[in-house]
């Protein structure tokens, strides 16, 4: 029996993650406002024992000027994640061990209130919060925020690393025993054991100290999405966990070897940083059951959709007269600061000569993010391979439809990874850190109580 467990994250997109789910019978179509739906969706995933449950966001909507494309995609109206867990967090009766993990980006917000928003939750779920770090990569969100244009991804990667010091800072701003809280002496707090930053620096200037007191965990789970270089130095140096997108066990393999390897410059212990690789499962008892879900799901592409996955790649080409049964006419090369998910999918288009239809096909699962179609023990199988030989610590599972497809995870997968000893029977602890294993940091402003300098 291994004494290693996994750790797994359910991904929750609304509907689900293939690019048609809203059309299946098995999806709820207005998930995105429906708080019944995360509610079903978060009391699954924690009777699956299930680390936590995670919500993506960008504070825009994606139109690349193909209105037919855009008028038959299901993902345009949505919930803001903090609100939305922070409102499962004070519903005790929902869930109790399930840890909380939204998404909130360096570039688009204000890390006071960032810190206070996470610390709030971190308190509301009684220590089961998690902040995905992003930088937002789509360079149509800058007009909500009186931008003129998108920084560059330099800037933003330079921006982030600063935002991350200026929230823990300021999530420390009370040592852990600053309240007292005596009505016999009548002393609330001690005024010695409260710090204000005061940070200035290139982006930010920042005075602290934050009114709310330090959250359970210390700070909330510090989680961080991207392959890129900048995107794994900014990992290395702060996330606790990283999602990542990879469809081979050498490619895995190579990243999690380069991401575990950059961490002691900053030092860090390898175990500190926990590598969640995204699977997209489609589950059938039998193989042909599964191929032939696959199958219906993909016939509920609908053209113009599937051609609106491949934009981002040519940007400003006019899709609509490829021949979807031949390969793309060109391939261009990903051009300068594009995301890592760019050379991916167009190293892939080059090397297998895919048609444009296969293409599309291939990113409608999970936006190139690695699907598995199979039994519970296929999928299972191919877990335990990555998980025992040096590609990943555990999975950010993306249920291809929702609700349908997280029940069948949990009620045919889970069980066959418990019985090979792979993944746990019962939650271990209290809080997110401590089910993932992960250390609660030490207040920066305290060392064994004592003010540092």
Same mark, same amino acid.
Do not use: C
């Given at each position: 029996?291994?004494?290693?467990?996994? @750790?797994?994250?359910?991904?929750?997109?609304?509907?689900?993650?293939?690019? =048609?789910?809203?059309?299946?019978? $098995?999806?709820?179509?207005?998930?995105?406002? +429906?708080?019944?739906?995360?509610?079903?969706?978060? !009391?699954?995933?924690?009777?699956?024992?299930? %680390?936590?449950?995670?919500?993506?966001?960008?504070?825009?909507?994606?139109?690349?000027?193909?209105?037919?494309?855009?008028?038959?995609? $299901?993902?345009?109206?949505?919930?803001?994640?903090?609100?939305?867990?922070?409102?499962?967090?004070?519903?005790?009766?929902?869930?109790?061990?399930?840890?909380?993990?939204?998404?909130?980006?360096?570039?688009?917000?204000?890390?006071? &209130?960032? =810190?206070?928003?996470?610390?709030?939750?971190?308190?509301?779920?009684?220590?089961?919060?998690?902040? +995905?770090?992003?930088?937002?990569?789509?360079?149509?969100?800058?007009?909500?925020?009186?931008?003129?244009?998108?920084?560059? #991804?330099?800037?933003?990667?330079?921006?982030?690393?600063?935002?991350?010091?200026?929230?823990?800072?300021?999530?420390?701003?009370?040592?852990?025993?600053?309240?007292?809280?005596?009505?016999?002496?009548?002393?609330?707090? %001690?005024?010695?054991?409260?710090?204000?930053? +005061?940070?200035? $620096?290139?982006?930010?200037?920042?005075?602290?100290?934050?009114?709310?007191? @330090?959250?359970?965990?210390?700070? #909330?789970?510090?989680?961080?999405?991207?392959?890129?270089?900048?995107?794994?130095?900014?990992?290395?140096?702060?996330?606790?966990?990283?999602?990542?997108?990879?469809? /081979?066990?050498?490619?895995?393999?190579?990243?999690?070897?380069?991401?575990?390897?950059?961490?002691?410059?900053?030092?860090?212990?390898?175990?500190?940083?926990?590598?969640?690789?995204?699977?997209?499962?489609?589950?059938?008892?039998?193989?042909?059951?599964?191929?032939?879900?696959?199958?219906?799901?993909?016939?509920?592409?609908?053209?113009?959709?599937? &051609? +609106?996955?491949?934009?981002?790649?040519?940007?400003?080409?006019?899709?609509?007269?490829?021949?979807?049964?031949?390969?793309?006419?060109?391939?261009?090369?990903?051009?300068?600061?594009?995301? /890592?998910?760019?050379?991916?999918?167009?190293?892939?288009?080059?090397?297998?000569?895919?048609?444009?239809?296969?293409?599309?096909?291939?990113?409608?699962?999970? @936006?190139?993010?690695?699907?598995?179609?199979?039994?519970?023990?296929?999928?299972?199988?191919? *877990?335990?391979?990555?998980?025992?030989?040096?590609?990943?610590?555990?999975?950010?599972? *993306?249920?291809?439809?929702? #609700?349908?497809?997280?029940?069948?995870?949990?009620?045919?997968?889970?069980?066959?990874?418990? !019985?090979?000893?792979?993944?746990?029977? =019962?939650?271990?602890? !209290?809080?997110?850190?401590?089910?993932?294993?992960?250390? @609660?940091?030490?207040?920066?402003?305290?060392?064994?109580?004592?003010?540092?300098?």
């Amino acid at each position: 029996m291994s004494q290693r467990k996994l @750790r797994l994250g359910a991904f929750i997109m609304a509907t689900g993650h293939h690019v =048609a789910a809203w059309r299946h019978p $098995g999806s709820q179509v207005d998930s995105g406002v +429906n708080i019944d739906h995360y509610i079903e969706v978060a !009391r699954t995933a924690e009777r699956g024992l299930f %680390d936590q449950v995670f919500v993506a966001d960008t504070p825009g909507v994606g139109f690349h000027g193909d209105e037919e494309a855009f008028s038959r995609q $299901g993902r345009v109206s949505y919930f803001e994640p903090v609100t939305l867990w922070a409102a499962l967090s004070a519903l005790s009766a929902v869930t109790r061990h399930i840890g909380f993990v939204a998404t909130a980006s360096t570039t688009y917000e204000d890390p006071f &209130l960032l =810190a206070r928003k996470f610390a709030s939750l971190d308190h509301l779920s009684k220590g089961r919060a998690a902040w +995905n770090v992003v930088t937002t990569s789509a360079d149509n969100v800058h007009g909500n925020f009186g931008l003129d244009r998108h920084p560059d #991804p330099a800037s933003r990667y330079e921006q982030a690393h600063e935002f991350i010091d200026v929230v823990k800072g300021l999530w420390d701003s009370f040592e852990d025993d600053a309240f007292q809280r005596d009505p016999v002496s009548g002393k609330y707090f %001690d005024p010695a054991k409260l710090h204000a930053i +005061n940070h200035s $620096g290139k982006y930010f200037k920042v005075a602290g100290p934050l009114n709310l007191e @330090r959250p359970p965990q210390g700070y #909330p789970v510090i989680v961080q999405a991207g392959s890129s270089e900048p995107g794994r130095e900014l990992a290395a140096a702060s996330a606790e966990a990283i999602f990542t997108a990879w469809t /081979s066990l050498a490619e895995a393999q190579a990243f999690y070897r380069d991401v575990k390897g950059r961490l002691a410059r900053y030092g860090r212990r390898p175990e500190q940083l926990l590598v969640l690789p995204g699977i997209s499962p489609v589950i059938g008892r039998t193989q042909e059951e599964a191929e032939a879900k696959w199958a219906k799901l993909q016939g509920l592409i609908h053209p113009s959709v599937g &051609l +609106n996955t491949l934009h981002t790649f040519w940007p400003g080409e006019d899709l609509s007269s490829w021949d979807l049964d031949a390969p793309p006419p060109y391939i261009p090369e990903p051009p300068p600061g594009r995301n /890592s998910r760019a050379h991916v999918v167009l190293e892939l288009a080059r090397r297998d000569r895919l048609t444009v239809r296969q293409l599309y096909e291939y990113l409608a699962g999970a @936006r190139g993010h690695w699907v598995v179609v199979g039994t519970p023990q296929t999928i299972a199988d191919r *877990m335990q391979e990555w998980f025992e030989n040096g590609a990943a610590d555990g999975f950010n599972v *993306m249920p291809p439809v929702l #609700p349908e497809s997280l029940v069948e995870f949990v009620d045919l997968v889970i069980p066959e990874l418990q !019985r090979r000893g792979l993944f746990r029977t =019962a939650y271990e602890g !209290r809080t997110l850190r401590e089910n993932l294993g992960l250390e @609660r940091p030490v207040n920066q402003f305290s060392v064994k109580g004592r003010k540092v300098a």
